[in-house]
């Protein structure tokens, strides 16, 4: 399977914010969030040589959830993780 480049115009916040929307695992989980991400937007099968070239930095993906869900939109819903996002605020 060949590396999937980002072709539409939407920017990362907006595919961010999709996955938010459509996966619940997604808002609690920046692992999960990345690897997702990854999977959709740019593909897995890739040489571990050109990773750092073709896939967004994870700190940009969870940067782009914090602000959404600071925003107020898909916030987390497990409980473990609202209390420990609440107490880093």
Known sequence: MPIHRELDDRSVKERVEELLRQDERA??????????????????????????????????????????????????TDPEVIEKRTRLD
């Open 27 to 76: 808002r609690n989980d920046d692992v999960y969030l990345i690897f997702l991400y990854w999977r959709t937007f740019q593909g897995l099968n890739l040489d571990p040589s050109e990773a750092s070239s073709v896939l967004r930095h994870t700190e940009t993906i969870r940067r782009c959830r914090q602000s959404i869900q600071e925003e107020g939109s898909y916030p987390p």
